[in-house]
């Protein structure tokens, strides 16, 4: 790809990720429009929409598995398992779509998201083992009830009416039961 | 109503119950079927295929509001509090439409709907109350937060892939959160 189709794919993907988080029922031409490049130019490179919204749900995917590597070979694995863990949920909370990615990714999702979503699972895997490490949460819990937790805490953000002092009253009780027992 | 009316109702219904517990998609057929009515009789009773989803949904949110009551009036509030918890988050992995009840019935569900689930909240704050009181749960854990945390735990639970043994071990940790310090 040359470097200016390049620079047009990102582009529309950062456009299409605003425009799509606001709501996955956007036209495409919205997301020219904010990329500031012709519709043409979108379906040259995404052509269809379904290819567009994955490729925006395998982007992000993939941009919170980096970051959860990051963190857990950081130095305080700990504090950065439950700020990752906050972040996620806060996340889905703002985009609903986050929350369908995580749930929907192995169902309706292509096979580049089905990647990207195993790939973030992995990754929260081993942030969670260094958190696990460092003592702050409990060594009894394993990855399958601790992601299964993430999922249903960030549907549990994205209910209505779920206002951001009520969810973090809801993460608080979450984390009590992810740290060790006194 | 005539009695016979009454009792084909109560038919359609319990039938309607397990044909859309199965799946929402299900054809009114399918219920008439199953109720042993004729399709006429179904439209009746229910004029249209949402009128019988919402008396569905209604009648579901009643049913747990009323265990909710009677768990809260009785003995042992605080384990009554934990089984009935996780009633709700095992009736909502069996039959997704549970978990979209408690989650949409304010959004896209009428009249009848949205007053049952706000009975069915109010029932279980009774039983949070009660479960507090007994020092079964922390005592700062407020309705709303404790709410939410049902709601995501069900959806949680509905995710593909989490088998019962790892729905009971995110149940496990739940609960972690929910007991008061030691």
């Known amino acids: 790809m040359r470097a200016d189709a390049?620079?047009?794919?990102a582009r529309i993907l950062t456009a299409a990720d605003e425009v799509f988080g606001q709501s996955p029922h956007a036209s495409t031409d919205a997301v020219a429009k904010l990329a500031g490049v012709g519709i043409a130019t979108v379906f040259r490179h995404f052509p269809t929409k379904t290819d567009l919204l994955e490729a925006?749900?395998?982007?992000r995917l993939e941009r919170l598995r980096n970051q959860a590597l990051t963190l857990a070979a950081g130095e305080n694995a700990g504090r950065a398992f439950y700020t990752?863990?906050?972040q996620v949920v806060v996340e889905s909370?703002?985009?609903?779509?986050?929350g369908d990615a995580l749930t929907s990714a192995g169902i309706a999702a292509g096979e580049d998201a089905r990647k990207a979503a195993a790939g973030l699972r992995e990754a929260f895997g081993s942030l969670l083992s260094e958190a696990q490490r460092t003592g702050a949460?409990?060594?009894?819990?394993g990855l399958p009830e601790v992601y299964a937790l993430l999922i249903g805490a960030s549907r549990g953000a994205t209910t209505r009416n779920v206002d951001p002092e009520?969810?973090?009253?809801?993460?608080?009780?979450?984390?009590?039961?992810?740290?060790?027992?006194?």
Request: net charge positive; hydrophobic share 50%.
């Open 84 to 86: 990752f863990f906050s």
């Open 137 to 141: 949460v409990r060594g009894d819990a």
């Open 93 to 98: 909370s703002a985009k609903l779509a986050i």
């Open 166 to 182: 009520v969810r973090n009253r809801m993460l608080g009780l979450v984390y009590a039961g992810l740290r060790p027992a006194a």
């Open 6 to 9: 390049r620079d047009n794919r």
């Open 56 to 59: 925006v749900l395998t982007q």
